[in-house]
């Protein structure tokens, strides 16, 4: 995927080792959780993170020495494209399913739902995982409330 300013042209090449890098930068072991959260909140730290791991120069290098430079690029790429960061977000998203790195390929419409839907911001597994801890507590609690010592 090609971004382009009149200052800088970048491709964002995917590739399983940058996925799994960018998974790790936002502290999260599954990249399609950590992708859409980021997605449907608009992190602009998140988007920054994933362009510097994926960006590369015509040469093959790494395009960007820090995430300031990321930041201006950014800035210079809304201003000429008169674009927003969500647009971003959704080209990236939409390159990202082409490659194959959403557990399904999803069609434009689940792409759309993605940031739509309120729950792709939670912690499915933690709210379970809260919602099984407090029933137990409330069946231990039952279990020994008539138990005397």
């Known amino acids: 995927m090609i971004i382009e300013t009149k200052n800088k042209k970048i491709n964002l090449v995917f590739r399983t080792r940058k996925i799994v890098d960018i998974s790790n930068s936002l502290k999260n072991k599954n990249f399609e959780e950590a992708f859409t ?3 449907a909140i ?3 730290d998140a988007l ?5 791991t994926l960006a590369e120069n015509e040469e093959g290098k790494h395009s960007f020495n ?5 930041y201006d690029f950014l800035d210079d790429y809304r201003k000429e494209n008169k674009t927003s960061f969500i647009e971003i977000y959704k080209n990236i998203a939409e390159a990202l399913n082409e490659e194959g790195f959403f ?4 069609t434009k419409k689940e792409l759309e739902e993605m940031i ?3 729950l792709s911001t939670m912690n499915m597994s933690e709210v379970v995982q809260k919602s099984a801890q407090k029933a137990m507590e409330a069946v231990a609690v039952e279990q020994f ?3 005397k010592a």
């Open 37 to 39: 959260k980021a997605y």
């Open 103 to 106: 557990k399904k390929k999803k």
């Open 42 to 44: 608009c992190d602009l």
């Open 116 to 118: 739509s839907n309120p």
């Open 48 to 52: 920054t993170k994933m362009i510097y």
């Open 66 to 70: 820090s995430s300031e430079e990321v």
């Open 145 to 147: 409330q008539g138990y």
